[in-house]
């Protein structure tokens, strides 16, 4: 089963309106894969101490300028930074074009975040850091977990 996550996103240039949103379109072969580099990572890093972070190219999130939402999905990604379920219609039309995709592992495994540039510029856009556990019911294949922070939880409420 495909999901679709929506998360905020942070410009290095704030009065830019480039990239502000970005959507997460993933299945349980993507969820799999990353269980695997987060699991060769925490290996990594028990060997060596010192290493920050993992990062991979990694074109699963696509980066929008503007996103028609109501009033209660915006109230929940302000909420939240992200939000999975009920989500609004994406425009191609205000699509960010972007290269440099890249999927960061971090904080000995326990955060992923995405980072990019926007085409013929030099803003970098993130996403906001994700955890770990927040995919874990689906990692896991649980129907329920921590429903205050599992995403598939948040959007079965």
């Known amino acids: 089963m495909r999901r679709v996550l929506l998360m905020r996103c942070f410009p290095s240039a704030e009065d830019m309106d480039w990239g502000r949103y970005g959507r997460l379109s993933f299945d349980d072969?993507?969820?799999?894969?990353?269980?695997?580099?987060?699991?060769?990572f925490k290996t990594a890093k028990a060997?060596?101490?010192?290493?920050?972070a993992l990062v991979v190219w990694d074109y699963q999130v696509s980066?929008?300028?503007?996103?028609?939402?109501?009033e209660e999905q915006e109230e929940r990604l302000e909420k939240?930074?992200?939000?999975?379920?009920?989500l609004p219609a994406f425009n191609d039309d205000h699509?960010?074009?972007?290269?440099c995709e890249e999927l960061h592992i971090m904080d000995d495994g326990?955060?992923?975040?995405?980072s990019v540039i926007v085409k013929h510029t030099d803003v970098r856009v993130d996403t906001p850091r994700i955890a770990i556990k927040d995919f874990e019911c689906a990692l896991r294949g649980q129907k329920r977990h921590?429903?205050?922070?599992?995403?598939?939880?948040?959007?079965?409420?």
């Open 80 to 86: 939240y930074d992200y939000i999975e379920g009920n």
């Open 146 to 157: 921590n429903r205050r922070t599992c995403l598939a939880c948040i959007a079965r409420a």
């Open 47 to 52: 060997d060596v101490p010192s290493l920050s």
């Open 95 to 99: 699509l960010t074009r972007t290269e």
């Open 110 to 114: 326990n955060y992923i975040y995405w």
């Open 29 to 40: 072969a993507w969820l799999s894969k990353l269980w695997r580099m987060v699991k060769a």
């Open 63 to 70: 980066f929008y300028d503007k996103v028609d939402m109501t």
